[in-house]
């Protein structure tokens, strides 16, 4: 039994290897890669449960798993990190506060009663205003959620347009603007040139290609029995979806990075990318750039609330020449199936 356990930790060391390895490669040359990034902080819990077992039954055979979690260290700090706050004189003086909140179109404060939906608008305003962001990038933006931002009077600057899901809100003056068109009405990139503290920056709301594969995930997790056929397709359909949309999610990010790229002003991309920092999309918008939780973050950064644990594919990044974090946060409220996240920085 010893033997069969220790020859499953080498196999499960090996596969732990290859997806270190395949962290970040293009989905077009190995899109398998992209399902299979969700499993990487997961196997951080499972070199850590192989240790603890071996400690009880021959110690010298954890050595191979601690060995493992060695080697993905750097991509252990992208799920985990231990951070302090900056304490420089420029965060006191001269920083600003950026929030990036997928909204879920706010669907979670209506109600058939007008009471109670003013009652969960009341709370939404209330915990905006306390956490009192100077930007506010939002996905999953709607004409619900738009008409409650504008009408509180909060950012007296807006970037929002119909019929696209990004949106930039703002108390700085915007002084120019655009859309990175996706050609879908949900997934979408706005940008605003944003004028902050006599430093002029440029701002990305963006929402990376959704997955959609909740309808199939559900099927497959209902107690309803079904024919092995069926969960053979379905299990097919979820593959077939998660290997189109990492494509265009990766297409998506090179579209932004391009322009990003040809910015004449320091740059922060915020927003929901749909993908773990394992990812391709995350590795081509972090080039150059510093993610806020690295920085600033402490613990377990989780940005969604979904079904596998430790999920963290929301981010804020900003151009690591010019700009700085002071702080990192995630917040978590009854608003959305997202946590906020918001980062305080400074330009150097």
């Known amino acids: 039994m010893i033997h069969f356990l220790f020859s499953l930790n080498i ?52 050595i191979l798993s601690l060995l493992i979690l060695l080697l993905g260290y750097g991509h252990i700090r992208k799920f985990f990190s231990l951070n302090e706050k900056n304490e420089s ?46 930007i506010l990038c939002v996905q999953e933006n ?15 600057y807006v970037h929002y347009m119909i019929n696209h899901g990004t949106g930039i809100y703002s108390r700085y003056p915007i002084l120019d603007q655009g859309l990175l068109d996706f050609g879908k009405n949900t997934n979408s990139c706005v940008w605003a040139d944003i004028m902050v503290n006599g430093n002029r920056i440029r701002v990305y709301s963006t929402h990376l290609e959704s997955n959609r594969i ?36 990766a297409e998506q990010a090179n579209m932004i990075q391009e322009h990003a790229s040809q910015s004449p002003y320091p740059v922060v991309i915020a927003g929901d990318f749909n993908d773990t920092p394992y990812s ?27 079904l596998i644990p430790g999920l963290r594919i929301d981010f804020i990044l900003a151009d690591e020449g010019p700009l700085n974090f002071c702080t990192h946060r995630v917040s978590q409220t009854p608003f959305s199936d997202h946590n906020p996240i918001m980062a305080e920085i400074f330009s150097k």
């Open 280 to 306: 391709y999309s995350y590795r081509i918008l972090t080039n150059k750039r510093k993610d806020s939780f690295l920085e600033r973050g402490f613990g377990i950064g989780t940005t969604y609330m979904g």
């Open 214 to 249: 909740t309808r199939e995930v559900s099927k497959l997790r209902d107690d309803q029995p079904e024919e092995s056929k069926q969960k053979v397709g379905l299990i097919r359909d979820i593959f077939r979806k998660y290997r189109r949309m990492s494509i265009r999610r």
């Open 142 to 156: 709607n004409l619900f959620s738009d008409r409650i931002l504008t009408e509180s009077g909060i950012f007296p």
């Open 89 to 134: 004189s420029r965060c006191q003086t001269s920083s600003f506060r950026l929030m990036s909140f997928n909204l879920y179109g706010l669907k979670n404060t209506k109600d058939p009663s007008e009471q109670i939906q003013q009652s969960k608008k009341s709370q939404f305003l209330s915990f905006i205003r306390k956490t009192d962001p100077d």
């Open 11 to 62: 196999v499960w060391g090996i596969l732990c290897v290859i997806l270190y390895l395949l962290s970040g490669v293009d989905p077009h040359r190995f899109w398998l890669f992209s399902i299979s990034s969700l499993i990487i902080p997961i196997s951080f819990a499972i070199n850590v449960l192989f240790i603890f077992i071996w400690l009880f039954v021959k110690w010298r055979y954890g």
